[in-house]
């Protein structure tokens, strides 16, 4: 009997998920050690990597409080995070890191000392719990997809999204937009919404970013897309995608080295912390370029695999609980996840414009590191409550 409760213990816990993240964590710490010995700005690489390194342990240490919350709990403390979230994504508004909106030209960061945090990235996973519990109290209420009720879901959550989208617009980030959208959509394609909305709503948002990009091609769509909100240096940064070529020593130096970098790697790559070509702030936003140069395309290719597992593993889980709640958590966790890799490593190889999004689980930085590891706490608690449920089930049929 003790030993069935201890390997059903040790069940609880998912080693495949914590498999993925460690290699991934391994992978960052090396990354980003490359990055700093061969940056031109005298980066401090023992403190650069060591912080991470800190991240890595807080973000563990998350992971397993955040293991210890149920699905009721989660359920209950949602609105809380979410509240939170908007208070601190407004508050940045106010007290923003005058130094990083400088060079950056967004205001996204506190700052206390050398130690910053973005409070979008903890916003990810709140939103994801709020939307998770929306989903499930409107399907609850209607026990039948109709026109009607698929559309009031969607004006739900979009008013959720909204203060969101409004308070990254006066922070002049762009690209964590996106990654909300993401998630909105992807969350709203598990919730059940009939296909008679989606499928239009898919083509009008194909169409709708075919116009934006012939939009912003051309002088006339770049004044009205001005005369919404659209800032230069997101224009530059679409000329610097369209034409890298172009424009080698200014703006679109960084992506150009960039490609440099990775098309240098080849193969198989120059070898570990063997690195020629310079990219600048290489440790964050442009870390695959370190990837593709030191381990090439075989590098490359490993490593999005990985994540393809990390992905697998976390649907597994969600099948296997039966959870309608944990379902959409853990669609709002792979998406966030997801559209991190897709763009990230787009952008470093030129197929997607320049837009500030970091590789998940190996760029550094904490802000993101701590909101990628609490989405990962989150679908940990599934597997590990689940288990606990069972376990307690058995041990009442057996008395």
Known sequence: MQRSQRNENESRIDWGIIFCVLLLALIGLAAIYVAAVHDKTSVNVTRTVLMQLAWYIIGTIMIVVIMQFDSEQLWKVAPLAYWLGIFLMYAILVFYSRSYYVSTGAKSWFAIGSITFQPSEIMKPAYILMMGRVITVHNNQYSRHTMGSDWRLIGKLFLWLLPILISLHFQNDFGTSLVFVAIFAGMILVSGVTWRILAPAITAAVVIGGSALAMVTSDTGRAILEKIGFQSYQFERVDTWLHPSQDTTNNGYQLWQSIKAVGSGGLTGTGFNNSKVYVPVRESDMIFS????????????????????????????????????????????????????????????????????????ISSGGSSLIGNLLGVGMIMSMRYHHHSYMFSNKNREFH
């Open 290 to 361: 370190v990837i593709g140069e030191n381990f090439g395309f075989v590098g490359g290719v490993c490593l999005i695999l990985l994540y393809l597992l990390l992905i697998y593993l976390m649907i597994r889980v969600t099948f296997d609980t039966k959870n309608e709640f944990y379902a959409y958590i853990a669609t709002g966790v792979i998406m966030m996840i997801l559209f991190h890799v897709f763009e990230n490593i787009g952008m470093n190889i030129g197929l997607l414009p320049l837009t500030g999004i970091p590789l998940p689980f």
